[in-house]
C-alpha cells in the first residue's frame, strides 16, 4: 500500500547501501529544486525510534541545498500518543553545513 502511494506521488526511492543509488536520487533532487519544484528531504533518514532528540544527520539534505543553491525550510515532528505536532521553522541558508541544520532541528524540536 505504502509503495503505491509513495510513488504516486513523485517519491525517490533511496537503496542506502548503494552509492550510486544516493548519487542518483541527489542528482534528481537538486534537478527537481533548480527547476522550481519542491522536495522535502528527511536528513535523519529513518524513524528516531529512540530516546535522542535526534539521531546523527546524512549529509545530503545540506549537500543538495548547497549545490542548488535553495534555502531549507527546517520542519520538526514530533508524536504523541494520537497525534502528531509539527513546528515548521524560517527559510535557512545552510551554508555552514549540518551542524547548523542539526542546531535548527533541535530548536524547533524543543519548542514543541
Avoid at 525510534?49 to 535553495?70: E, F, H, I, N, W
Amino acid at each position: 500500500m505504502w509503495g503505491g502511494i509513495l510513488r504516486n506521488i513523485g517519491t525517490i526511492f533511496v537503496q542506502r547501501e548503494d552509492k550510486k543509488s544516493c548519487e542518483e536520487a541527489i542528482s534528481v533532487l537538486i534537478h527537481n529544486l533548480v527547476h522550481g519544484e519542491d522536495v522535502v528531504i528527511f536528513p535523519e533518514g529513518t524513524r528516531n525510534r529512540t530516546q535522542q532528540l535526534l539521531l546523527p544527520l546524512k549529509k545530503g539534505a545540506v549537500y543538495v541545498s548547497q549545490v542548488s543553491q535553495k534555502p531549507v525550510v527546517p520542519i520538526a515532528i514530533k508524536k504523541y500518543v494520537r497525534k502528531y505536532v509539527v513546528n515548521i521553522g524560517n527559510k535557512e541558508s545552510v551554508r555552514e553545513g549540518t551542524v547548523r541544520l542539526k542546531h535548527i532541528l533541535e530548536g524547533l524540536l524543543l519548542e514543541i
